[in-house]
Structures are given as structure tokens and as C-alpha cells.
């Protein structure tokens, strides 16, 4: 069974960074994609980037491009979502996401994912 367990999540101030990590634990995940996704108050869950486990090859959603980096570490299992330059309207929750039955050009669909983690949060506020 997939766990994934994300941390790193806080306040930070706008034009700040952060590092979010994923463990994941329970699979082989060399054939998965891997992304994250974020949910603000009132809106709905949206993409924000996926990886490719075994390639590294990456996704982005336009508002991120150039400010977020996704990445992974094969040898722990865990990945990654280095954040710069970061805004107010980043604020959410953070959420790890697992998926086998999709590929990079359609990682962006979070009906895809099988596996999830609890969340994380992020507040970028002076």
C-alpha cells in the first residue's frame, strides 16, 4: 500500500522559499509520475507539477514556471518541490500525489492519481 507523507509547509513571506518533501513508502515508485497539487480556501485542488520517476521528466502549471522546481530522490524515496520567489496567492494546502495509469502530458489531471498524501501548509503573508 502507497503512504505518502508530505512536510515542510509554513509561513513565509512573500518573495521567500520553501522545500517541500514527500516520503513515499510501500511500492517500487520507478513507474509512477509523481506530482503536487495545492488547494487555496474556497477554490478547488489545482495542479502544480508532476515528475516522471524514473526519467525525471517534469509537468508545470503556467503560474509556477521559472518559481517552483519538482525533483526526487531515488535513494529515499522522497520527493521534492522547491518553491522561490513565492507570492501570496501560493497559499494553500500542499498535497503529494501518486499515479501508474497516467502519463506526463496528462499529469495534470487529479482524477488520475490513485495515491494521496495529508497535506501541507503553505502562508506566504507579510
Known amino acids: 500500500q502507497v503512504q505518502l507523507v508530505e512536510s515542510g509547509g509554513g509561513l513565509v513571506q512573500p518573495g521567500g522559499s520553501l522545500r517541500l518533501s514527500c516520503a513515499a513508502s510501500?511500492?517500487?515508485?520507478?513507474?509512477?509520475?509523481m506530482g503536487w497539487f495545492r488547494q487555496a480556501p474556497g477554490k478547488e485542488r489545482e495542479f502544480v507539477a508532476a515528475?516522471?520517476?524514473?526519467?525525471?521528466?517534469?509537468s508545470y502549471a503556467d503560474s509556477v514556471k521559472g518559481r517552483f522546481a519538482i525533483s526526487r530522490d531515488n535513494a529515499k524515496n522522497t520527493l521534492y518541490l522547491q518553491m522561490i520567489s513565492l507570492k501570496p496567492e501560493d497559499t494553500a494546502v500542499y498535497y503529494c500525489?501518486?499515479?501508474?495509469?497516467?502519463?506526463?502530458?496528462?499529469?495534470?489531471?487529479?482524477?488520475?492519481?490513485?495515491?494521496w498524501g495529508q497535506g501541507t501548509q503553505v502562508t506566504v503573508s507579510s
Open positions: 515528475i516522471r520517476w524514473n526519467s525525471g521528466i517534469t
Open positions: 500525489a501518486a499515479a501508474t495509469q497516467i502519463t506526463i502530458t496528462t499529469a495534470n489531471r487529479e482524477s488520475r492519481y490513485d495515491n
Open positions: 510501500g511500492r517500487t515508485f520507478s513507474t509512477y509520475i
